[in-house]
């Protein structure tokens, strides 16, 4: 699933996400997966992941939501320094247009939950 964040487009695996529902109808904070690039800007959806251990993880979904196959050949790993400083990175996906967004691996654990 992509969610064409202003600040950054990410994707997260289709498999994790739980159910979608608006930012208004989830009453606990949800973490904002990109809140080092900036503030969120209109976040109006909540992305219910399964997190760790099989719990649930509410993630701010920033843009709009897209689903789409992902061939792996278009997945990039990331270089070894930058993968250990940001955990919650997985990899980049290139897009059939040559766009990148950051294919994400959120866990339960993440600081910082944020609420727009």
């Known amino acids: ?29 949800a973490l904002d997966v990109l809140a080092a690039v900036g503030a969120p800007t209109g976040a109006v959806r909540v992305m219910i992941l399964r997190g760790a251990g099989g719990g649930e993880l509410a993630v701010l979904a920033g843009g709009a939501i897209d689903i789409a196959e992902v061939d792996p050949a278009d997945i990039l790993p990331l270089p070894d320094t930058f993968a ?27 600081p910082c939950p944020s609420r727009s």
Do not use: F, G, N
């Open 84 to 110: 250990a400083a940001t955990p919650q990175i997985a990899a980049i996906v290139v897009a059939p247009d040559r766009s990148l967004s950051l294919l994400l691996q959120p866990s339960a654990e993440e």
């Open 1 to 29: 699933m992509h969610v064409a964040d202003p600040r950054a487009p990410w994707s997260v695996a289709a498999a994790r996400v739980l159910r979608i529902v608006p930012l208004a109808d989830h009453p606990a904070p």
